[in-house]
């Protein structure tokens, strides 16, 4: 059974840093792509960064590049994003997904396949 736990959310002030967490179990990293989405309000559930299990690399969406950092931990079965600089337009529910996928990690959520519970990320001025 494949398992994404995602955590890590709060509430900041502008300027500020967060890092979220992603435990994930259940299948093989090296053959997925794993990541970040967030979702505003009314708005549609957005790629933000994610990574590609087998080769690590990874890719941003400009909103935040520069600003955001996507890691994993193998040996913990752990994925982060490491985010600095908060900005409230960053406010949002943030979710871990995974792809089962080899041929390049997927734009659009529909293509992935198992999801965290999202952790909510405030930002205030």
């Known amino acids: 059974q494949v398992r994404l736990v995602d955590s890590g959310g709060d509430s900041v002030q502008t300027g500020g840093s967060l890092r979220l967490s992603c435990v994930y179990s259940g299948y093989p990293e090296s053959s997925a792509c794993i990541g970040w989405f967030r979702q505003k309000k009314e708005e549609e559930r957005e790629r933000i960064a994610v990574?590609?299990?087998?080769?690590?690399?990874?890719v941003y969406a400009d909103a935040i590049q520069d600003r955001f950092t996507i890691s994993r931990d193998t040996a913990k079965n752990t994925l982060f994003l490491q985010m600095n600089n908060l900005r409230p337009e960053d406010t949002a529910m943030y979710y871990c997904?995974?792809?089962?996928?080899?041929?390049?990690?997927?734009?659009?959520?529909?293509?992935?396949?198992?999801w965290g519970r999202g952790t909510q990320v405030t930002v205030s001025t």
């Open positions: 997904a995974l792809s089962r996928t080899s041929h390049g990690c997927p734009i659009h959520p529909n293509r992935y396949n198992y």
């Open positions: 990574m590609d299990g087998g080769t690590g690399r990874a």
